[in-house]
């Protein structure tokens, strides 16, 4: 089991703009079967945690239809409206006191922080992010929400090209 931060990241490492936009990310030529793509990656996942910028994107995008089956818990320091018979839980404060919580939802798969480079840097400053999965887009962007706003040290895993995007695997390194 462990903790993963898979997102994509405009050249410039942005990922979404200052509006929080992904429509840069949606045009881009990916093989959705192809290396290191989301649909394989997706089916190792037991746990989703996401931002609620990410959760209202998702919402937003899909129509305010939920389309994941399993478990997320949604940081946020507001009320949001959740879909009936969507499992989401709405949590706040420290990552580290739902951790627990998300390992044991899990049920022996890995953990995915969809969203936010900021909550994936709360993951990877209590020592619970153990990868960061990045699909780099052709594109820049000039401004918006960072990749991952924390001085981390990663080593890299796998490496791959899927159609237009530079894929990278990387492990966390630690102490």
Known sequence: MATHFYTASSLDGFIATDQHSL????KQDIDHDGPMAYAAFEKTVG???MGASTYEWVMRHEGG???YAQPTWVFTHRALEVPEGAAIRIAQGDVAEVHGEMVDAADGKDLWVVGGGDLAGQFADAGLLDEVWVQYAPVTLGSGAPLLPRSLDLELVEVARN????????RVVRG
């Not at 159609?163 to 990387?170: A, H, K, L, Q, W």
Request: net charge positive; hydrophobic share 50%.
């Open 65 to 67: 239809r939920w389309g």
């Open 23 to 26: 429509d840069w990310l949606l």
């Open 47 to 49: 746990a989703l945690a």
């Open 163 to 170: 159609r237009n995007f530079m894929c990278g695997r990387y």
